[in-house]
């Protein structure tokens, strides 16, 4: 029997992994021409059942301390910022969950966009605009 048949040469899954190694990062950092994101981040811990304010509240406490311009609502909390900076930030919320709990749900989504400079309060500004009221922020 053909020892290929089972598992891939050695040879070949060396140079696989020679090139994958080798491989940039692909997250390094971002360009300069975006010098700000906004970011929507939730993490919580699955293993502490319904209720989870401690845990979160430690991390609300980690992002207020950070410096970030940030807003936090039942759902999520929306993070303004470098991406360098933002990342860290989540890093360090996703391990101080871990730190606690077996299980940690952590929830990215990131809207970047060149020449947007502060994403928070400017895209509310503009449906105040179109609506020509103020409305509840």
Known sequence: MRRYKIEPPRKNWQR?????????????????DCPVMLVEFAAFPVDKGPKFSKPVAKVIDLIDKSGLKYK??????????????????IKKCHYLLRKDSTRVYTRIVV???????????EK???VEKVLKRKIRR
């Open 124 to 126: 509310v500004d503009r």
């Open 16 to 32: 696989s992994l020679k090139r994958w190694r080798n491989w940039p990062p692909v997250f390094r950092s971002m360009p300069n």
């Open 72 to 89: 936090t609502t039942a759902m999520c909390t929306l993070i303004e910022g470098d991406w360098d900076e933002v990342f860290a930030l």
């Open 111 to 121: 809207d970047d966009r060149k020449n947007f400079f502060s994403p928070l309060t």
